[in-house]
């Protein structure tokens, strides 16, 4: 009778240590995602102001002197980049469909039309030439936007560009830009703001646009 007592209790502890582990990972994971979602909102929030102190910075060189720093716009351009990779980490993880996601993509695609709209008024006024890739794609079509995406990383290889993938018609708040490039096909560039290429492009074809 002790052996079968001293059997079950091996069982029953067995069991209670894997329900601890799998409830310790789940919790470990949900943290995990947790931080991430809000060092990712701080960091949008973040660079949505430094985004805004580009216009206050060419406003401020008409009138007081030349302070066009390229650096300054390299630096939110890499950061821009790297949220988005943070992102597609997170869709990838499931939670793509989350309440925080979406308004966090949302933030980080109004984000990005803020920059691309005042990179082009610094080109202008600092005469900054680096190229830039405006990169449409369709969300529900993971494969093909990856496929594109090597592409246009072959493409600027031995180049300087600034690339921002944007998940086409994703939302309403920027309805507004969607409108003023009305693609057709995906996915779609739009090389130094004055090319657009529709449909899938070949690395070659997308270096013949570039500087």
């Known amino acids: 009778m002790t052996k079968k007592f001293y059997t079950k209790s091996r069982k029953t502890l067995l069991v209670t240590l894997l329900l601890v582990s799998f409830i310790m990972g789940y919790m470990s994971g949900w943290l995990t995602s947790e931080q991430t979602i809000s060092d990712l909102e701080l960091e949008i929030e973040s660079l949505n102001l430094d985004i805004r102190s580009v216009n206050q910075r060419v406003q401020f060189s008409k009138y007081f ?14 950061r821009i980049y790297e949220t988005g990779i943070e992102l597609d980490r997170l869709e990838r993880r499931g939670l793509e469909d989350t309440n925080d996601y979406i308004i966090l ?10 920059f691309y709209t ?5 080109k202008e006024e600092c005469e ?4 830039i890739i405006l990169f449409f794609f369709d969300g529900s079509e993971g494969e093909e936007a990856r496929a594109q995406g090597e592409e246009i990383s072959i493409a600027i290889e031995e180049r300087d560009v600034i690339v921002l993938p944007m998940d086409y018609g994703y939302t309403n708040y920027i309805s507004y830009f969607y409108d003023y490039h009305s693609i057709n096909e995906l996915p779609a560039l739009v090389i130094n703001y004055d090319t657009t290429l ?8 997308i270096e013949t646009y570039l500087k």
């Open 128 to 131: 900054y030439d680096k190229n």
């Open 198 to 205: 529709e449909g899938f492009s070949e690395a070659d074809v």
């Open 65 to 78: 002197g030349d302070i066009c720093e390229p650096e300054h716009i390299d630096f939110i351009g890499r």
């Open 118 to 122: 005042e990179l082009k008024k610094f």
């Open 105 to 114: 993509k949302q933030r980080h695609n109004v984000n990005q039309v803020l």
